[in-house]
């Protein structure tokens, strides 16, 4: 008995599998210029100007983290202010209530404990852990792309996306290794 919702094996996309990085690389740089922008990159190395083909650069975990600082220095000197003013109005031998350099330490702590926070959390989140599986690991070209391989991942969230059509450019494009993945629809 169906309740509606279908289970069938969607696609997810296509990988294909070079054996340099070199060959990735400009494998990645054929497939950006045939339209397609959707795609991810898979190696045991790093890549050098993979990130600006598949478009991979963010910088928002750079400014939740420089926010968080600001607000993080903000708020502990807020608190020494507002405690040694108002709370704790307590003037002692005549020292100042406000003072920058007894006040800096604390503020300086807690600018880094709210930017280390969001550091963590902000990377967290924008990379969407946790992510107990991937469908595009079960991929048979996957098994060895933390070893020797490099994988290129075509998506089917990709607007052109043709899965035949992929794979034939693909593998003109010299991929030992090409083949469609499929997931279910809950992923």
């Known amino acids: 008995m169906s309740h ?28 950006k210029a045939e339209g397609y922008t959707k795609m991810d ?8 100007g993979i990130l600006d083909v598949i478009g991979g650069r963010d910088d928002r975990l750079g400014w939740i983290v420089a926010g968080a600082g600001a607000t993080g220095f903000l708020a502990g000197t807020f608190l020494q202010v507002w ?12 020292k100042p209530l406000i003072s920058a350099p007894m006040f800096f330490p604390v503020s300086y702590e807690s ?9 963590t959390f902000g990377m967290i989140a924008l990379n969407g852990l946790p992510k107990p599986h991937q469908p595009v ?8 792309a933390s070893q020797d391989r490099f994988v290129l991942c ?12 992929i794979e034939a450019l ?3 494009l010299g991929a030992e290794q090409v083949e469609s993945v499929r997931t279910s629809e809950g992923y």
Request: charged share 20%.
């Open 4 to 31: 509606g919702r279908d289970t069938s094996p969607k696609a997810y996309g296509v990988v294909g599998a070079f054996q340099t990085p070199e060959a990735l690389l400009e494998a990645a740089e054929k497939v």
């Open 154 to 165: 075509v998506e089917a969230t990709d607007p052109k996306y043709d899965e035949p059509k």
């Open 83 to 94: 405690t040694s003013t108002v709370a704790y109005a307590h003037n002692v031998g005549g």
């Open 170 to 172: 693909l593998q003109s």
């Open 111 to 119: 600018t880094i404990l709210f930017a280390a926070g969001a550091a």
């Open 137 to 144: 690991f079960n991929a048979e070209a996957m098994v060895r």
């Open 41 to 48: 990159a898979y190696s045991p190395i790093p890549v050098e």
